[in-house]
């Protein structure tokens, strides 16, 4: 078991997190320094976001940063308790932060065809890790 190792790829996602939210506060600053919002620029969330159009990759990273690696914070804990965190799947944990690192460049970026496959190569890795962590849990039960 690779208790600790886990963690070091979980925290390396959550960096990624907060490195994106800090990429997303710069541009956002940098968008309202160069054109400054009218209060109708952010009277709703419609105006809002059209107001942010410009500067919207981002964000839409961030949100994207929390939708399936939710799956990945899932999992970690339940490797912890269980005691399954083994090194493939540290293995898997590294591979899947590093395809989310680079879908993030790429999707902020503006990079539309390595951002897919990125994705789906993380979203791979994600699978494989669920799947051993399934398959290990059926054989520790016997």
Known sequence: MMTRAILWPSFALVALIFLVSLTLLQA???HMR??????ADLA???????????VERPAANLANLFEMPVLYFALVPLLLV?????????SLAWGYVAFRAAHSIAHIAGRV???F???????????AMWIGFA????FSAR
């Open 82 to 90: 269980t005691g399954l965190a083994t090194l493939p799947q540290v």
């Open 135 to 138: 398959i290990d849990i059926g």
């Open 44 to 54: 709703d969330s419609d105006a809002t976001r059209a107001y942010f159009r410009p």
């Open 34 to 39: 160069r054109q400054r919002p009218r209060a």
């Open 117 to 127: 496959v990125l994705f789906l190569a993380s979203n791979a890795i994600l699978g």
């Open 113 to 115: 065809r390595p951002r």
């Open 28 to 30: 956002r600053m940098g």
